[in-house]
């Protein structure tokens, strides 16, 4: 049963441009979570969502930020116009149900230039 | 929303020696992992233990949730035991993990 799968593992993009980070649950896994972590800091949650749903979109930035989990695919968060202090490290996690244990993908680091 | 803090934020020592890493929160808990992020950056599950008692290897971790904080145990460390390593909690209609700020620890050969 393969972990949970993020890719690209490394993305670097010049300011302005867009950025797309993929993510695909485990097997089984219907519940899907990003979250963020800035440089010597720990991981701060920004949006949970299902197939199809955005379920808790509480840690998003108001502008620039989308994520989406299609019916088929794989779960996509989308950074428009990237800025500085967008580099970062992107982690995706899924769980098979709610309050049950998440398991974390290997994290996109973007790095914005 | 939930807090949560880690102590000691850093300890280093030296191989072999056994370690105890702290997790407090601020609310009642129906989830609590604890994670080793490693030098690589990559988040290792360790425990998944919202109440309890759980060993693996020479690690294990207590939760009592009633008193409101987890503990990490490490004995025998080694070198590759070195890293970060996070505490995540998530409450009742609240899915989302809310993690600490972690402890650094390093082992010395």
């Known amino acids: ?113 | 929303g939930i807090q949560v803090e880690q102590s000691p934020p850093d300890l280093i020592l030296q191989e072999g020696a056994n370690s105890t890493l702290r997790c407090n929160f601020s609310d009642s808990v129906n989830n609590l992992q604890w994670f080793h992020q490693n030098p690589w950056g990559q988040l290792i599950n360790l425990f998944y233990i919202p109440s309890g008692t759980k060993q693996n290897g020479r690690l294990s971790a207590t939760t009592v949730a009633t008193e409101r904080y987890s503990l990490l145990y490490i004995s025998s460390s080694q070198t590759t035991d070195s890293g970060v390593y996070f505490c995540a909690v998530g409450n009742f209609g609240n899915e989302k993990l809310t993690f600490g700020t972690g402890t650094r620890l390093t082992i010395i050969p």
């Open chain 1, 1 to 113: 049963n393969a972990g949970v799968m993020q890719n690209p593992r490394h993305l670097v993009r010049r300011r302005g441009q867009e950025a797309r980070l993929r993510c695909s649950p485990m097997k089984g896994h219907s519940h899907v979570y990003w979250y963020r972590q800035l440089p010597e800091e720990g991981l701060k949650f920004m949006v949970y969502l299902q197939k199809e749903n955005i379920i808790d979109e509480s840690g998003m930035p108001k502008e620039r930020f989308s994520a989406e989990f299609p019916k088929e695919g794989p779960s996509i968060l989308r950074i428009q116009q990237v800025v500085r202090g967008d580099s970062a490290a992107y982690f995706c996690a899924s769980s098979p149900a709610l309050n049950t244990e998440a398991f974390f993908g290997q994290g996109t680091r973007l790095t914005v230039v």
